[in-house]
């Protein structure tokens, strides 16, 4: 399975045939000047929250696309009266049969208010499985008990963690975390944007592999296979 790392917590994944696009957060993010907005056609967007470094792109990239916006109820509403009329509307613990495979919302440590201040649900993360492969987007968190559920229902070949500190769990917690979804293979997101997240991305990969574990750090626009 393909996935291309658009900065902070924004990446694509092709499932399918379908095109998933998670947590578009581009135009404001002064690493990813060189992605261009307007190629970008997904077919879902999906949104782990209503904070502005997850949602900013969302309105023109779901108005240039039609894509169709998965988040929690309030995340959906808000676009909805921005515009975006294709969403699907979830909740912790939810899971939904779209047409390339299964989404599940699953909770997540965190706060969630939209760009204008309005409440914004609680925030998550998914599980999206298919006859391909199994993958755990965490959305922004802290470390979680809760993450100990998650292999009990699936098997995953890739876990998407926050690993920048300050507004999420560390390097050291996602190792953590790592385990307690049984997950060898991590894609590293929410570091370096600001100043508050910035990490060192050698001791972070060694943090990973001194526990067996491997740490992805793609560059901005650049594509993995898993
Ligand atoms: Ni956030
Ligand atoms: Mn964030």
Redesign the pocket.
């Known amino acids: 399975m393909k996935l291309t790392y658009y900065g902070h917590s924004c990446f694509e994944v092709v499932v399918n045939g379908k095109i998933l696009l998670f947590d578009p957060f581009i135009s404001g993010n002064e690493l990813a000047k060189d992605i261009d907005i307007s190629a970008l056609k997904p077919d879902y967007i999906l949104l782990s929250?209503g904070?502005a470094?997850?949602v900013a792109d969302v309105e023109q990239i779901g108005k240039q696309s039609g894509a169709t916006i998965i988040s929690n109820f309030e995340v959906v509403n808000w676009f909805g009266s921005k515009g975006i009329e294709k969403s699907h509307p979830m909740n912790h613990g939810g899971s939904w049969q779209f047409d390339f495979g299964t989404v599940k919302y699953v909770n997540a440590v965190?706060?969630?208010s939209m760009p204008d201040g309005s409440y914004g649900g609680n925030?998550g993360g998914f599980i999206v499985s298919t006859d391909e492969k199994t993958f755990y987007f965490a959305g922004?968190t802290a470390l979680t008990m809760d993450m100990q559920l998650i292999p009990k229902f699936h098997q995953l070949d890739l876990a998407i963690l926050p690993i920048g500190d300050n507004?999420?769990m560390d390097i050291k917690e996602a190792v953590m975390a790592a385990d307690f979804v049984q997950c060898n293979k991590v894609l590293g997101v929410h570091y370096d944007t600001f100043g508050f997240i910035k990490i060192d991305h050698g001791a972070a990969k060694k943090a990973f592999s001194d526990e067996g574990k491997e740490l992805l750090l793609p560059a901005i626009g650049e594509s993995v296979e898993f």
């Open positions: 929250h904070h470094d997850h965190h706060s969630s925030p922004d507004f999420t």
